[in-house]
């Protein structure tokens, strides 16, 4: 809150709208452990399947 970014809630309804066929969470609390991320990609993932949770050093090719 007041950081002006989304939920990943969020931005899984975006992803569905814009019809994406992956969605990377990125920008996460910088108070989070690497459990708490993980866990929160495996309730995004039972929502939007290919979800993965950014990560340092991730590369993604395009």
């Given at each position: ?11 899984i309804?975006?992803?569905r709208?814009?019809?994406v066929?992956?969605?990377i ?9 690497d ?5 929160i ?13 950014a990560?340092?050093?991730?590369k993604?090719?395009?």
């Amino acid at each position: 809150m007041g950081w002006g970014h989304s939920t990943w809630a969020e931005g899984i309804k975006l992803a569905r709208a814009a019809k994406v066929k992956r969605l990377i969470l990125w920008h996460h609390e910088p108070s989070h452990t690497d459990l708490i991320v993980r866990k929160i990609e495996q309730e995004a993932r039972k929502h939007f399947r290919n979800c993965q949770a950014a990560y340092e050093g991730m590369k993604i090719t395009l």
